[in-house]
């Protein structure tokens, strides 16, 4: 043999082999129809490639026939028979899956559908306009005859005549029963003499029914088989096979017809076909197939009676069973056996060369054809379509598997095997175990290869994997995109941690994954830390460090954390820039020697894809005094004009109590340090307009709003606990919870900090039109402390006006009036830095007049609005 088959599976339906009578059905443009002897009929869509459609029948279906010109199909089920219209159905179906799933849709048949109220139909045949139901009634055989109504397809057929046959001994089939799969109860199908010609109505309907149980049958040896008179009327011949062996015939049309036997393979019969097609269309060999391997040839012998008369010759022969199913092209005979799908040439070239080789007369050629069949290689096959042939010679099947596939199966093309001759038995045993040795060596091999190949797709897998993630990264830089919104994105939290007396500022980096992926191994989540000031040592060294988390199976939905330390005590480099980025590296891949050998050039080389860019900030570096010491520190504070006054009087009396103990000779206590300040102004309105007060109390918002305390706190907690850029603050007991609007802090340098907010009303004294203001002071006596902070404040004051609304100015004169007094501020401060400069004058004075101005600058701001 050339060549192998080539099987293409289409299709997996919801059952195995079993004892079902399984028939495909052709015929329907692109559709297929598979009975599988349920209750189920599939409607499968060449073109499509899946199956549509599922016919839902009242009982299990034991046959079905169609009619390709009407597109219906009558299925013969336990409780009657019943017809449906396929185009009405297919449309409908087309029609409810417009905006459903890809799943097959299931039309139910109802009972309107019978047509036949005939039961255990075994059999079913359409000629014509004639329908032919085959069922066993006690003891015989009924053949029925109705007529089809040329209208309705669903109304009642009328029967006009039906045949008996009585029932024999049923053939001892036990045996075949045990190795074949679905057995089939009857077969029938119809002998056309010749042509069909189109000129009758009958004989053109005739035409349009399924071809697969029509055959047309040369004209001489369908005289001799059924005799002269079915021969001149061109009357169809039924043609029965039945479980007892009978082959039996009926011709339709002639008056006072009845069924006789043709002949009897003494075995169940389970296919009857015709082929050894001409150039005339005539088929010149009829074929029936028993169950467990018996094959008759019916042919014209017209050598071998007296006078050169014809007969027919019947001829029979064994091919390798059992016979699970069969079908027929115009020379070959292709039937399954369960283990093996075989060919069997019944052309009269193929038949006369392998019987001239043996020495055989020409008389015994149709014999020596049964002798050897050749094998496809392809098992478990237990239904067969009619075979499609192309114009080039190429022969496809359609076929069920016994796991219930639906199958394409091409047969290779020049196969020249029937002349091969034998080998001795010696040199045949020889040649096995060769083969076997060879297959050994094969298996071996093949193994290691399949091992090499499981682990390079594996790896091209997951490299595939990373390409993926590596685009949707990269797609994400190309936008503007919040923090909040990136598939996968990275958000950090800071907190203050005490180990062996030492204190230390901590980061805790969230990794999210939002995306569809899985961060399988291979991935490193680096972190950057650097300070923003300033991005090298004096030694020209880079202050930055980095940090590497690996991990593995990071799935959708999951967050990775990772902790690392950023400052000490008394550290003021602040604020930190803090870069996230994942690196893939390829070597984390690379794990058999076979695979880091073909990817040797890729061992060293890693993917990094930057995440995003975290800034911490002297806000986020703030250890806040517990809430029970703010608000003692707090309610000790001067909160009025009364409170000042004590305070200053208090104080005024400390200083002459110092003074006496000067001149007592003991030791003057240490000045205190000096204070530095700056200020951050923003229009009530707008904080009113962006912000919701923590305290509601039990008033209406809008009255809460109206509340300058509110306003204060509301902006006091947003400034300490917002998560500006991707990091926000860490708490390792309670949350913020102000009660008045003073935080006292401590600061990453170790300088105590204190934030006020309250409101005051900028305006000219004599002017009516003041506006509210929320004026947030930042006090310390470490300058760096009061810069940082005040840096910070800008930055989240920046962030709030980003999420407020655009609103006309309605304070225009008090802008104008401010920026008037700022020009004039500027025009002072101005003089003083030329001064410092332009004049001879020391380092140390110059330095107290710069830190004059700058100091101007943040007590002296303008108002935000």
Known sequence: MEGRCAVETWAQFGFSGGTYKVKILCGFGTDVLICTGTEEIYVFSKRERKITTVLLLPAAVSDLVGNQDKQLIYVACRSGVYCVNLQFLLHRDQSSQADASSSPAELKISQDCLVVGADEVSSLLLVGSVLLTLCQRDASWLLTLYKTPKQTASASHEEFGSFHLPVVSAVDCGAAESNRGPRKSSVLICIHSGYVEASSPSNASAESTVAQDHFHLEPLLFKLLFGVEAALAKSPVILCGLPDGRLCFLPLR????????????????????????TETGHARCLVAAGERGRVVLIKTDKASSEGGSAVAAFTEGCVPGPVWCGCMDKSCFYYSTGSDLLRLDLSEGSSARESKERGEETSGTTAAALQSPSSLNVCRVIALAEPACSTAGDVQLLGVSARGQLQKICL????????????????VGRSV???????????ERASVLKTVIKSKNQFLRLLNHAVSISFLLMADTNTDLPIKEKPIRCHAETSWSRLLQKDSLNLVCFLHNSSPFVLERGWTLSITVSPLSCSSSPAGE?????????????????TFEASLPIAAAGDASFPMTVSCSLIFSLSSLLGEEEVAASFAGLQSSCISLPLSTLTVDWLHALQLNSPTATHKMATVQPCSAAADSIQTFLSSRQLRCSGRTDRGGESAPKPEPEKYSASVRVSSELVRDTLKPKKSSNLDTKESMRNPEDLCLSLLERLLSEDTEGVKMGYQGDKIALSTSVVHARGPNGAAVKLTAKEINVGEEESTDKEATIEVQIESSSLAAVCGLHHAVLRRIQTLLQSATEKAASTKNVQIL???????????????????????????????MLLSVYQELRQNPLLIV
């Open 542 to 558: 880079s202050s930055s460090t980095n940090f590497s988390f690996p991990f593995h199976d990071l799935c959708p939905g999951e």
């Open 254 to 277: 002639l008056p006072g017809s009845r069924l006789r036997v043709l002949h009897s393979l003494e075995q169940p019969v389970c296919f009857v076909g015709a082929s050894v097609v």
């Open 818 to 848: 401010g920026l008037r007094r700022a020009l004039q501020r500027a025009e002072i401060q101005q003089s003083q830095i030329s001064g410092a400069f332009g004049e001879v004058v020391s380092t140390v004075q110059r330095d107290r």
């Open 412 to 427: 290779p093309v020049g196969r020249e095997d029937e002349g091969l001759s034998k080998l001795p038995s010696t040199q």
């Open 433 to 443: 175990r060769d083969l076997l040795s060879a297959i050994g060596d094969v298996c």
